[in-house]
């Protein structure tokens, strides 16, 4: 028995409409990663027709059943090489003539093992596709499971793979290297899920991008990447992924992602927003204006009055508001706390002193402690200050993707997040819940961030520092509330107590 799994990534330049060609090179390119020894073969999103299609018409001559002799080319590659094979397509639905951008991921025996329709599909001419799906395959090795491309910036898609067990999560993508850099995202999916994460882009030139200087990346659950150092040239990128006793070694990874999880706390997820025109009035919102958003952070050497003197220092403005980390809490108690908010004018927040929980305290009104229980009904606490609307929470907490939806669908212009010390996987998880549509102002015990929304499809602004930094941002709230969601999820699933 093997203590390795070889995955094999087809990187690869593909002719944008050529299925022919484009078919005679994967399974030329396929022989020769099993060749290699591949175990799994990945190729990339929609390698048989190339990628941007603007029109039903224009896909029709490209998109292909389950049973078309150019799909079932790869069911007999897979056979005769004795390997898994993840092909990304057009797919026609013979049934209903509706077309899919889908992956299907065929088995050693031929067959298809499991199939999935991408839920964010491409507007001018596929479907979506479901929220449950067939789409996960029982291996030697573990269950594998297939997404595709721009599923995965919607953290919700990969943590419903996640809940039902997936240890290796193959995508094949299409993503171009300009804006938002894919492998942030997919090593932060990998690490907040606890699972290898394998994603096959391509190069070469599709219909509109230029795909040259894209990557391929395979992550494992603690987000380092098995392919690195690697160029953007076409390859076949190889990969070995430890097992043990023959079996991937995610799984205690990634219950123990898993397990910390409170869903009594993530109900709003299930908001339906994006046919809100006005979420101001609809939500409650305070009026927008501007807040002074800061977060600090500390060093072992620091002393109380260290850190009164640095809230002290705070620049003066209308609408402030500190997040510190949990060591504050440990220098300055509540009576102090307060007493300093009421000299500043500033609201702060900080972890709550031997409790898993967060308090607010603020100029005019006396210190809030708020402890959100595992397996409890309690939600989030959520409150307005001046222009904006605030959620507070615990790093821990706020690792899960879940509860960083659920405040943005509550209206939250912030996340103020309280943390002790994190490790550097933790923080890169942190830094990426800004997608979910707000700020981020995070507080730690080794450094603090702000992280603010992406605009379009960049990453946003990202302000970080280590130590007994600080940051600060002079947020406008009223630039960011009007936002969209991946509202097909399986909320049933993401909600269940016992997933």
Known sequence: MSDLLNVALVHCSLTHGDLAGNQALLLELGRKAAGLGADIIVNTEMGLSGYGFDSRAEIAP???????????????LSAACGVYLALGLANRDPESDIYYNAAILFGPDGRPQAMHRKITAESKWACP??????????????????????????????????????????????????GLDPANLWRARAIENGMYLAACNRAGQDKRMNMDKARSHLFDPQGNDLLRPVDSEPRILMAQLPLRGGRLDATDQRRARLNTRKPGSYHYIYSQLNRIKEPGPYLGLPEPGLMDVHTLGLDRNQKSADLVARLAALPDAPNRLAVLPAAAGRLLGPSEMAEAARRLGAHLVCHAARQEGVMLFSPDQEPRTWVVAAGGPTEPPVVDLGPARVGLCIAT??????????????????????????????????????????TVALAHDNGCLISSPPEGHQRGALLETQGAGACHLALDTSLGRHKTYEERLDYQLLLDQNA
Not at 62 to 76: H, M
Not at 133 to 153: F, H, K, M, R
Not at 411 to 424: F, R
Request: proline content about 7%; hydrophobic content about 45%.
């Open 129 to 178: 596709g479901e929220p449950r799906q067939n789409d996960i395959a029982v291996t030697p090795w573990g269950a594998v499971g297939l997404l595709i491309c721009s599923e995965t910036y919607f953290s919700l898609i990969p943590r419903a793979m996640a809940l039902k067990g997936v240890d290796l999560l193959l995508t094949p993508a299409n993503w171009p290297p300009s």
């Open 397 to 438: 907490d706020f690792l899960h993707p879940e509860l960083a939806l659920a405040l943005a669908k509550r209206g939250c212009d912030v996340a103020a997040v309280s943390g002790a010390e994190l490790a550097s996987a933790e923080l890169h998880v942190l830094s990426m819940r800004n997608l979910e549509r707000l």
């Open 62 to 76: 490209l998109a292909q059943t389950l049973e078309s002799p150019v799909v079932r080319s790869f069911g007999e």
